[in-house]
């Protein structure tokens, strides 16, 4: 049988291939807790179901950028194009001994031995996607399901979604029965100001649940202007000053989906200090919380 060849969207871009080494000195066991590895396929082939066929970024380009901004540990997200099929990122897992953990896409129909199996490769959660350009709509009772099987092991839920769905989205997220973890603030409009009402929805969100932790993630998205982000400083702020002990900070490399510019990972490291902005909110976000949350039993 031959493979199909995946081959790349024609406007795919590829994530940086010299980024500058950080002027920030990390602080020692520093964590990227949100990025991806994209196949390599046809080792690890994309998912049929997928909405965007991406370049092959495997374990071993992520190792060695980990290595070169100075981070000691990853948290490697299952990405779309790979649906549920978590055998890239479960290997990625695996091949770094106790340095990476995961967090999985999975069905209604997953078992708990496949659960237990994916938590011995350092799987902690799994990640809840409402963002309609890059899956399928599942319907909530679906990952309420899910959410119930999990919660056992320990695990905790990750969820994408847009600035415009929270309002709707509320009531499911105070349902999870886990620590929810938020991609990128929820995605807010920074075209808006940290005083508008869909932010101050978010921030109400975190202040009346305690189990709900944002990741403060992917300037290069939320942005307008483009680099520098200037634009998305206040919302990193915000959230960083408000609940220093429920954030993290990830690269996001290999970035999929960017369309205006593909980040330099050393300068997205560099842009740290302007988002947390002591030695002591920069040792939780980077060291203490993914610490506890990923590495805590
Ligand atoms: C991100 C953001 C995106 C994509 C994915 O799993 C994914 O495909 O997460 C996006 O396109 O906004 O977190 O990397």
């Not at 978590?86 to 997953?110: L, Q, T, W, Y």
């Not at 509320?170 to 999870?176: A, K, N």
């Not at 409009?189 to 992917?218: A, Y």
Request: charged share 30%; net charge negative; proline share 8%.
């Amino acid at each position: 049988m031959t493979e199909e060849v995946q081959v790349m969207d024609a406007d795919w871009l590829e994530f940086h291939p010299s980024p500058k080494k950080p002027d920030l000195m990390l602080p020692n066991g520093a964590v990227d807790a949100h990025c991806h590895v994209f196949g390599p396929s046809p080792e690890f082939p994309f998912a049929p179901e997928r909405k965007y066929t991406p370049c092959n970024a495997g374990k071993d380009k992520l190792y060695a950028l980990r290595d070169y901004l100075g981070f000691e540990r990853n948290v490697i997200v299952q990405a779309t194009c790979h649906g549920k099929d978590n055998r890239a990122m479960v290997d990625a897992c695996r091949s770094a001994g106790d340095k990476a953990r995961g967090i999985a896409s999975v069905g209604p129909d997953i078992t708990m031995a496949e659960l237990q199996e994916m938590d011995e490769a350092g799987v902690r959660g799994v990640r809840f996607n409402f963002v309609k350009r890059l899956v399928d709509a599942t319907p909530q009772q679906v990952f309420l399901d899910i959410a119930d099987k999990i919660k056992d092991l320990g695990w905790h839920i990750v969820v994408y979604f847009e600035a415009q769905d929270l309002e709707e989205l509320v009531p499911f997220l105070e349902r999870m029965p886990t620590i929810l973890v938020v991609d990128h603030m929820g995605r807010p409009d920074v075209t808006k100001g940290t005083d508008h009402p869909d932010f101050q929805r978010f921030i109400r969100l975190m202040e009346e649940n305690e189990n709900i932790w944002s990741k403060v993630t992917c300037p290069e998205r939320l942005s307008v202007e483009g680099p520098p982000y200037a634009d998305v400083v206040p919302y990193c702020q915000a959230i960083v000053e408000r609940f220093e002990d429920r954030v993290l900070w990830g690269t996001d490399w290999p970035h999929p989906n960017m369309k205006s510019h593909m980040p330099d990972d050393g300068a997205l490291v560099d842009y740290i200090p302007k988002i947390a902005r002591t030695p002591e909110q920069q040792q939780k976000l980077l060291v203490d919380n993914p610490m506890r949350l990923y590495w805590g039993r």
